[in-house]
């Protein structure tokens, strides 16, 4: 009988916990393997079974893609009678059954003789077919992002898919630009596009078998889940709204390198249990969706498991056998294994350099000391690495900071704007997306008599949009107090941003003059949303203007001047589509009807308060979603009741 405190008991038992280390080692390292191994065969499961999922997709659309190519050049090519039209989109129709809808949308004014808009437009019905023209009931197709997109792209664009009218069927839409040639010059003309049905390919998706309870699903091209075995999520939530809602970010980085177009096989969560599944995802290179094959581990890793289950009892079995073995034998000390004991606790309480017992043998016991050392080793660098890592974290983020303040510093913030010009009501606000963004506003007297204004939203957000940004302000500025007309003042500054712009960023900008004698505003608009006109309290709406190409995009790109003139006390509200475009949870907009209708009920108020009480809209309306664009507002009231006398100073 062995005593508890005598030397046998604590070598044996000692020499036992040193084995069953040894062995766990043994086992964990069994396990790794084993694991790579079955993680190896599925990826390579994973990979032809995406690249199937992808060919029978790309064997649904590739064909259909051809159809508004084929009539894009017929268009081009050949004059049809514009009443003609119906007909030949009805003959496309009866040859392509998986299409549901198609539409030719000319560019504003293409047949003068039609007005500004002509669409013809053909829908499948049950019955039938459904004929209308979009430009009806007021629907300005022109600035919708299926004619928009492949306008400025000037290339074939897929839109984010969609609820559609009849059925509630998830659909999406292919648009392809044509020309014509006018005067020998090859003239964007307008755009080709068909509606089609995702029915049938999410159903191919949802219904291929993954292990027992895996499953694939659709990632669309921003993010939204297209296919998914919940079917809740499906055109209702997006990758990074469930990060957002799970508090997951690793679920948000992962949807980034989806949209990216990457192909990746690795971890992944997107079950409320937390769940441990593993995805092999690849883009779908028609229209840049991600297909993605969900594994479940317990079901990947099953015999893997059981095999472990085996050599865990199997080692239990070999333990017993070695305590009997070794009951007579005594022959070494206990202390090198007490030392290492202290010395663990020593590198736990964060003592990384503390003495390792010196040991001389060539056994376990060697062994056991080198693992003890290379963790040692491992944790000071680690230790050492992680401080470097957040000091320059902390550098760049205290760079960020400053490159905010420089950004803001470049926009006007001192109110009232002009305090010596009473009949000028102006204010303005800026709220980046991030700690820098694209947004700008400014403005400033450009004589005695008259004042210039502006507002623009640069194509992109961080740091090279408010350099963008920086430079448009300043170009604008410049251009306007040499004397240039609106129109002159863009032509002059898109010319410039379009110099080594190797980025091809662009800016949507509105620039317009007001006279403070008379209320006389010349203005002109470079791709911007319309401003909102106050006229009265209950009395507002969105001002009518040409649309105008965006600035940094075409050298030659010509803008028009336009005349307004505000009556006393009227107001001119502009913004960027931060604003109309602020979403909630849901992925809800703001919109613009919205906004017209604070603007109806608010816009008596002073333009401090307008703003401020719009912007109190927005936060109300997001309820703590994070923002997704930078939001502008300016608002400008003429109160011309206020006469300028010979000793009124004015600002120069």
């Given at each position: 009988?062995?005593?508890?405190?005598?030397?046998?008991?604590?070598?044996?038992?000692?020499?036992?916990?040193?084995?069953?280390?040894?062995?766990?080692?043994?086992?964990?390292?069994?396990?790794?393997?084993?694991?790579?191994?079955?993680?190896?065969?599925?990826?390579?499961?994973?990979?032809?079974?995406?690249?199937?999922?992808?060919?029978?997709?790309?064997?649904?659309?590739?064909?259909?893609?051809?159809?508004p190519?084929?009539?894009?050049?017929?268009?081009?090519?050949?004059?049809?009678?514009?009443?003609?039209?119906?007909?030949?989109?009805?003959?496309?129709?009866?040859?392509?059954?998986?299409?549901?809808?198609?539409?030719?949308?000319?560019?504003?004014?293409?047949f003068?003789?039609?007005?500004?808009?002509?669409a013809?437009?053909?829908?499948?019905?049950?019955?039938?077919?459904?004929?209308?023209?979009?430009g009806?009931?007021?629907?300005?197709?022109?600035?919708?992002?299926?004619?928009?997109?492949?306008?400025?792209?000037?290339?074939?664009?897929?839109?984010?898919p969609?609820?559609?009218?009849?059925?509630?069927?998830i659909?999406?839409?292919?648009?392809?630009?044509?020309?014509?040639?006018?005067?020998?010059?090859?003239?964007?003309?307008?755009?080709?596009?068909?509606?089609?049905?995702?029915?049938?390919?999410?159903?191919?998706?949802?219904?291929?078998?993954?292990l027992?309870t895996?499953?694939?699903?659709?990632?669309?091209?921003?993010?939204?889940?297209?296919?998914?075995?919940?079917e809740?999520?499906?055109?209702?939530?997006?990758?990074?709204?469930?990060?957002?809602e799970?508090?997951?970010?690793?679920?948000?980085?992962?949807?980034?390198?989806?949209?990216?177009?990457?192909?990746?096989?690795?971890?992944?969560?997107?079950?409320?249990?937390?769940?441990?599944?593993t995805?092999?995802?690849?883009?779908?290179?028609?229209?840049?969706?991600?297909?993605?094959?969900?594994?479940?581990?317990?079901?990947m890793?099953a015999?893997?498991?059981?095999?472990s289950?085996?050599?865990?009892?199997?080692?239990?079995?070999?333990?017993?056998?070695?305590?009997?073995?070794?009951?007579?034998?005594?022959?070494?000390?206990?202390?090198?294994?007490?030392?290492?004991?202290?010395?663990a606790?020593?590198?736990?309480?964060?003592?990384?350099?503390?003495?390792l017992?010196?040991?001389?043998?060539?056994?376990?016991?060697?062994?056991?000391?080198?693992?003890?050392?290379?963790?040692?080793?491992?944790?000071?660098?680690?230790?050492?690495?992680?401080?470097?890592?957040?000091?320059?974290?902390?550098?760049?983020?205290?760079?960020?900071?400053?490159?905010?303040?420089?950004?803001?510093?470049?926009?006007?913030?001192?109110?009232?704007?002009?305090?010596d010009?009473?009949?000028?009501?102006?204010?303005?606000?800026?709220?980046?997306?991030?700690?820098?963004?694209?947004?700008?506003?400014?403005?400033?007297?450009i004589?005695?008599?008259?004042m210039?204004?502006?507002?623009?939203?640069?194509?992109?957000?961080?740091?090279?949009?408010?350099?963008?940004?920086?430079?448009?302000?300043?170009?604008?500025?410049?251009?306007?107090?040499?004397?240039?007309?609106?129109?002159?003042?863009?032509?002059?500054t898109?010319?410039?941003?379009?110099?080594d712009?190797?980025?091809?960023?662009?800016?949507?900008?509105?620039?317009?003059?007001?006279?403070?004698?008379?209320g006389?505003?010349?203005?002109?608009?470079?791709?911007?949303?319309p401003?909102?006109?106050?006229?009265?309290?209950?009395?507002?709406?969105?001002?009518k203007?040409?649309?105008?190409?965006?600035?940094?995009?075409?050298?030659?790109?010509?803008?028009?001047?336009?005349?307004?003139?505000?009556?006393?006390?009227?107001?001119?509200?502009?913004?960027?589509?931060?604003?109309?475009?602020?979403?909630?949870?849901?992925?809800?907009?703001?919109?613009?009807?919205?906004?017209?209708?604070?603007?109806c009920?608010?816009?008596?108020?002073?333009?401090?308060?307008?703003?401020?009480?719009?912007?109190?809209?927005?936060?109300?309306?997001?309820?703590?979603?994070?923002?997704?664009?930078?939001?502008?507002?300016?608002?400008?009231?003429?109160?011309?009741?206020?006469?300028?006398?010979?000793?009124?100073?004015?600002?120069?």
């Amino acid at each position: 009988m062995i005593k508890r405190n005598s030397l046998s008991y604590n070598i044996i038992s000692k020499g036992l916990l040193f084995t069953g280390i040894l062995l766990m080692v043994i086992l964990s390292i069994f396990y790794f393997y084993a694991r790579q191994s079955i993680e190896e065969s599925t990826r390579e499961n994973a990979i032809m079974l995406g690249d199937k999922i992808v060919a029978e997709l790309e064997k649904e659309i590739l064909p259909i893609e051809v159809i508004p190519h084929k009539l894009a050049l017929m268009l081009e090519k050949a004059t049809f009678d514009p009443d003609s039209l119906f007909s030949v989109l009805e003959r496309v129709l009866d040859k392509h059954p998986t299409l549901l809808s198609m539409q030719i949308a000319y560019k504003p004014y293409f047949f003068p003789e039609k007005g500004e808009s002509f669409a013809p437009y053909v829908r499948r019905e049950d019955q039938g077919y459904h004929f209308r023209l979009l430009g009806e009931h007021g629907y300005r197709y022109h600035f919708a992002d299926w004619y928009q997109v492949p306008a400025v792209l000037e290339e074939p664009h897929w839109s984010e898919p969609y609820y559609g009218e009849v059925g509630q069927a998830i659909m999406t839409t292919y648009s392809v630009p044509f020309y014509k040639t006018i005067d020998g010059v090859r003239t964007f003309a307008g755009i080709v596009a068909f509606d089609m049905s995702l029915d049938h390919l999410t159903a191919v998706v949802r219904d291929i078998g993954v292990l027992e309870t895996g499953y694939a699903f659709i990632l669309s091209r921003n993010g939204v889940l297209l296919s998914h075995f919940t079917e809740e999520y499906v055109m209702h939530e997006s990758f990074f709204s469930l990060a957002e809602e799970m508090d997951f970010p690793g679920l948000r980085e992962t949807g980034r390198s989806m949209i990216r177009g990457d192909a990746y096989f690795g971890d992944y969560v997107l079950t409320r249990d937390g769940k441990d599944l593993t995805i092999y995802y690849t883009p779908l290179p028609t229209n840049q969706w991600t297909i993605a094959v969900v594994y479940p581990d317990d079901e990947m890793f099953a015999s893997l498991h059981q095999m472990s289950s085996i050599l865990f009892l199997l080692m239990i079995f070999g333990l017993i056998l070695l305590a009997i073995t070794v009951y007579q034998i005594v022959s070494r000390q206990i202390k090198p294994l007490t030392l290492f004991t202290q010395s663990a606790r020593e590198i736990a309480q964060g003592t990384f350099d503390t003495h390792l017992p010196c040991i001389t043998t060539n056994n376990e016991m060697k062994e056991l000391y080198d693992s003890f050392s290379h963790m040692q080793e491992e944790l000071k660098r680690y230790i050492e690495d992680l401080k470097k890592t957040t000091a320059a974290k902390e550098a760049i983020e205290s760079q960020l900071r400053i490159a905010r303040d420089i950004q803001l510093s470049m926009v006007p913030r001192s109110f009232p704007a002009f305090p010596d010009l009473p009949q000028i009501d102006l204010y303005a606000t800026l709220k980046s997306a991030r700690e820098v963004g694209g947004d700008l506003y400014n403005f400033f007297m450009i004589d005695t008599n008259h004042m210039g204004f502006t507002i623009g939203d640069v194509s992109d957000k961080g740091v090279p949009a408010a350099l963008f940004m920086a430079m448009t302000n300043t170009l604008v500025k410049a251009n306007a107090l040499s004397g240039l007309s609106p129109a002159e003042v863009l032509e002059k500054t898109n010319y410039e941003l379009c110099q080594d712009n190797e980025a091809c960023m662009f800016v949507t900008l509105f620039f317009g003059i007001l006279d403070i004698r008379t209320g006389e505003v010349r203005y002109a608009n470079a791709g911007h949303n319309p401003f909102i006109l106050v006229v009265e309290q209950k009395n507002a709406f969105y001002q009518k203007m040409a649309a105008g190409m965006v600035l940094g995009a075409f050298e030659e790109s010509a803008y028009v001047n336009e005349e307004m003139k505000l009556e006393p006390n009227q107001t001119m509200f502009v913004y960027t589509d931060g604003v109309t475009e602020a979403m909630d949870k849901s992925q809800n907009q703001f919109g613009e009807e919205k906004l017209l209708q604070i603007i109806c009920e608010f816009g008596y108020l002073p333009t401090t308060e307008l703003i401020q009480k719009t912007m109190d809209e927005i936060k109300a309306f997001v309820k703590g979603h994070e923002q997704s664009d930078d939001i502008t507002l300016l608002a400008l009231r003429f109160k011309p009741e206020i006469k300028i006398t010979s000793s009124t100073p004015l600002i120069q």
